[in-house]
């Protein structure tokens, strides 16, 4: 073949001669000592984010010490940066980049998502931008508060986020039957990307499991070569969690009890206003909205057991829900709907009835359970309160 063709085999010796392997081994390493070295700094970063999640979810809000905190990050690598302090309370906060803050760094970031071909392989490659933020606070010398957030950039540019962080209640503006379900821990799928983007809750009263679950990024996802597309890879723990809850929930609201008393724990926490009324007037008509048909009802306010009147009690539409519709047809009354009937009535940012277990059979039991729920929520805000 060399005789045939005497130019195939000199560019043949040229390629395995010295000085083209010495060529060749420049620029392999011209191009893999970069790479090496975001890799390796990747790793540190997502070692450091392990680190931290790690320690915060062993600590417990309200019951671990200063120096059982400190003890928890001993292992992060850095110390804790301390933002502010009064005399009763202190803020720390903990930020890491996937990569160490310089303008070589944010000029070579600018670039990369000026080039979507470029950022597309570098990412393919295992090459991962994030931003992460952990908080916790001590107050008087106890954990009061704990979360974090992390940012992390996909192939197509564009950005997962998760945002977890504890609470001592929820907002009261909604009745949904999945936060009656699980009061104390919230998995919520943020509605504009609910695939990619996530914000977790959790009280005091949290279990260690569920604070464990909710702290439980998969850091794999910063440093692993497969990329990370969804929640279920991102929080696979606190997303197995969502399932579960929907499930749980759905299986209450087609049982034989969809309002147990076991709800009342968090609405009696929650909710702004919880009235006890009875049925003035049920109307003959029924108004049709997007093809529902609403019965319309007066109400009689007979007592407020917290907070203040803030609905209105004339001519009240009820939605479906109200009686339980399900897919299978099937509609069971949560209560009966007569004049006279007592009822508990949850505040709601609707000023319908249109809400599963928005009022509720006031019977005795049930009353006199929810006031010393009550009482007992307004004791430990006061405590709370006093301790600021």
């Given at each position: 073949?060399?005789?045939?063709?005497?130019?195939?085999?000199?560019?043949?010796?040229k390629l395995v001669s010295r000085p083209?392997?010495?060529l060749f081994l420049i620029l392999f390493l011209i191009a893999f000592v970069?790479?090496?070295?975001?890799?390796?700094?990747?790793?540190?970063?997502?070692?450091?984010?392990?680190?931290?999640?790690?320690?915060?979810?062993?600590?417990?809000?309200?019951?671990?010490?200063?120096?059982?905190?400190?003890?928890?990050?001993?292992?992060?690598?850095?110390?804790?940066?301390?933002?502010?302090c009064?005399?009763?309370?202190?803020?720390?906060?903990?930020?890491?980049?996937?990569y160490p803050d310089s303008h070589l760094a944010d000029a070579t970031v600018s670039w990369l998502y000026q080039h979507e071909r470029a950022w597309a392989i570098l990412h393919a490659a295992g090459v991962r931008l994030f931003i992460f933020h952990a908080d916790y606070q001590i107050e008087?010398?106890?954990?009061?508060?704990?979360?974090?957030?992390?940012?992390?950039?996909?192939?197509?540019?564009?950005?997962?986020?998760?945002?977890?962080?504890?609470?001592?209640?929820?907002?009261?503006?909604?009745?949904?039957?999945?936060?009656?379900?699980s009061p104390n821990?919230?998995?919520?799928?943020?509605?504009?990307?609910?695939?990619?983007?996530?914000?977790?809750?959790?009280?005091?009263?949290?279990?260690?499991?569920?604070?464990?679950?909710?702290?439980?990024f998969n850091t794999a996802c910063i440093w692993g070569l497969r990329a990370c597309e969804t929640l279920a890879d991102f929080i696979p723990e606190a997303w197995h969690d969502y399932q579960e809850i929907k499930a749980s929930t759905d299986r209450r609201l087609r049982s034989s009890d969809p309002c147990p008393t076991s709800i009342l724990g968090r609405r009696a926490r929650d909710?702004?206003?919880i009235l006890l009324v009875s049925i003035d007037r049920v109307y003959p008509r029924v108004t049709e909205v997007n093809d529902e048909h609403y019965q319309i009802a007066d109400y009689k306010l007979l007592r407020i057991l917290k907070g203040r009147l803030n609905r209105q009690l004339k001519e009240v539409a009820h939605s479906p829900d109200f009686f339980h519709f399900f897919p299978t047809g099937d509609s069971r009354p949560s209560v009966g709907f007569h004049r006279g009937e007592q009822l508990l009535m949850f505040s709601d940012n609707s000023g319908n009835i249109d809400r599963p277990c928005e009022v509720?059979?006031?019977?005795?039991?049930?009353?006199?359970?929810?006031?010393?729920?009550?009482?007992?929520?307004?004791?430990?805000s006061l405590h709370f309160e006093g301790d600021d």
């Open positions: 073949m060399g005789e045939l063709f005497p130019a195939t085999r000199w560019i043949l010796k083209a392997r010495r970069p790479y090496a070295s975001l890799r390796l700094l990747l790793f540190r970063s997502e070692r450091r984010v392990a680190a931290v999640l790690k320690g915060l979810s062993t600590v417990r809000i309200d019951h671990s010490t200063a120096e059982e905190v400190r003890q928890a990050l001993q292992h992060v690598g850095f110390k804790a940066v301390h933002s502010r009064s005399s009763q309370r202190c803020d720390y906060s903990i930020y890491i980049n996937s008087r010398g106890v954990l009061g508060a704990l979360g974090y957030g992390l940012t992390l950039a996909s192939a197509d540019r564009s950005v997962a986020w998760v945002d977890a962080r504890n609470v001592r209640h929820f907002d009261s503006d909604s009745l949904l039957p999945e936060y009656d379900e821990y919230r998995v919520q799928p943020y509605f504009k990307q609910p695939s990619r983007q996530v914000r977790i809750r959790f009280t005091p009263a949290a279990t260690v499991t569920q604070q464990k679950h909710a702290l439980g909710a702004d206003s509720m059979p006031a019977t005795t039991e049930l009353l006199k359970n929810l006031e010393q729920m009550i009482a007992s929520e307004k004791q430990a």
